[in-house]
Structure formats: structure tokens, C-alpha cells
Nanobody
């Protein structure tokens, strides 16, 4: 079974930046895409964006274009989410998961909380 651990969240002032990390362990780990999601209380978990595990192709939700970057280190089974110019509306718990089409591949991790506030 694959185990996902997200880290890197915290309290950040508006305009700041963060790098979130998603580390995967266990087997089999062979996603088509690795994706980042975020969830605020009372709302659904929304897709932020994803990166192809076999290429460097990425795609993002419309509201994540421009300030979010996803990268990966295949040797470490790790995916990163870089966010710049953080806004209060980016406050959420951020999760990663494997994805094939719209199918989620692995058990959810605990997520990492990002709070953007002055």
C-alpha cells in the first residue's frame, strides 16, 4: 500500500511563498499523474493541479494558474507544490494523491495546513 505524507504548510503573510512537499512510500507506486488538492472547512476537496509522473507535463485549475508550480523528484517519489504571492483565499489543507483520469489512486494522507493571514 502507498502511504502519502504532506508537509511544508504553516502560517504565512499575504504575499509570501511556500513550498509544500508530498512524499510517497510503499508499493505499488506508479501513478499516471500526481496531483495536489486543497480543502477548506465545509467545502469539497478541489484540484489545484497535477504533474505527469512520466513527463514534465502539468495542468492547473483555472484559479491556480500563474501562482502555483508543481514539480517532482522521481528518484525520491516526491512531488512539490510551490505557491507564490499567497492570498488569504489560499488558506486550506493541502493534499496530494495519484490520479488516473479522475480516479484517485491511494489512501489520503493527513494533509498540510496553509494559513495565509497578517
Amino acid at each position: 500500500q502507498v502511504h502519502l505524507v504532506e508537509s511544508g504548510g504553516g502560517l504565512v503573510q499575504p504575499g509570501g511563498s511556500l513550498r509544500l512537499t508530498c512524499s510517497a512510500s510503499g508499493r505499488p507506486f506508479d501513478p499516471s499523474f500526481m496531483a495536489w488538492f486543497r480543502q477548506t472547512p465545509g467545502l469539497e476537496r478541489d484540484l489545484v493541479g497535477a504533474i505527469s509522473w512520466n513527463t514534465d507535463s502539468t495542468y492547473f485549475a483555472e484559479d491556480a494558474k500563474g501562482r502555483f508550480t508543481i514539480s517532482k523528484d522521481r528518484a525520491k517519489n516526491t512531488v512539490y507544490l510551490d505557491i507564490v504571492d499567497l492570498k488569504p483565499e489560499d488558506t486550506a489543507v493541502y493534499y496530494c494523491n495519484g490520479r488516473i483520469g479522475a480516479t484517485i489512486l491511494y489512501p489520503w494522507g493527513q494533509g498540510t495546513r496553509v494559513t495565509v493571514s497578517s
